[in-house]
T-cell receptor, first 116, second 112 residues
């Protein structure tokens, strides 16, 4: 089975621009979560989607948004980019619905975003 | 709140055992995980343990959970140079919610 894929792998943007990152979960997985990893703040939860619905959201400003499509692929968008948004953005997928399946979450390789 | 704490660095000799420790504060944690991150890569799930267990073994990996003290440890037997990486402890409540709370990560350096 193919793993979690994320595109693009690297991205350079300037302040004020917006960016869209994409994540394709493992086939059959319906839960997709997004995390931001920075040297200063570590790994922080952004949001989680299951069957096209956002189930949980972390403490990030409204500039960070996401969505999930019917094929479980997910995108996250960051508008009005700031220097502090430079980070590795990681996506994770899980087969679990909360009432069935196993709790493993598998991560993709990440998208490295640099904001200049 | 959810706080997960780990020591930042561990140096170990090749062939010895490594023990990485983690403490967490959320008593409702249902699952506890160990992830490995190599330079420039994403997170690799090593193992996880359900909160009603106190031990789980998987080849060279042994996870010990002390729920009373909210203490989790990962032991790597016969540590190899390929085990050099950052190891993250994470917790989730797991019920209809897969938000993971991570520790800061322990950088393990294996020396010859």
């Amino acid at each position: 089975k193919a793993g979690v894929t994320q595109t693009p792998r690297y991205l350079i943007k300037t302040r004020g621009q917006q960016v869209t990152l994409s994540c394709s979960p493992i086939s059959g997985h319906r839960s997709v979560s997004w995390y931001q990893q920075t040297p200063g703040q570590g790994l922080q939860f952004l949001f989680e989607y299951f069957s096209e619905t956002q189930r949980n959201k972390g403490n990030f400003p409204g500039r960070f948004s996401g969505r999930q499509f019917s094929n479980s692929r997910s995108e996250m968008n960051v508008s009005t980019l700031e220097l502090g948004d430079s980070a590795l953005y990681l996506c994770a997928s899980s087969s679990s619905s909360g009432t069935s399946g196993t709790p493993e979450q598998f991560f993709g390789p990440g998208t490295r975003l640099t904001v200049l | 709140g959810e706080d997960v704490e780990q020591s930042l660095f561990l140096s170990v000799r090749e062939g010895d055992s490594s023990v990485i420790n983690c403490t967490y504060t959320d008593s409702s944690s249902t699952y506890l995980y160990w992830y490995k991150q190599e330079p420039g890569a994403g997170l690799q799930l090593l193992t996880y343990i359900f909160s009603n267990m106190d031990m789980k073994q998987d080849q060279r990996l042994t996870v010990l959970l002390n729920k009373k003290d909210k203490h989790l440890s990962l032991r790597i037997a016969d540590t190899q140079t390929g085990d050099s990486a950052i190891y993250f402890c994470a917790e989730s409540t797991g019920s209809n919610d897969y938000k993971l709370s991570f520790g800061a990560g322990t950088t393990v350096t294996v020396r010859a």
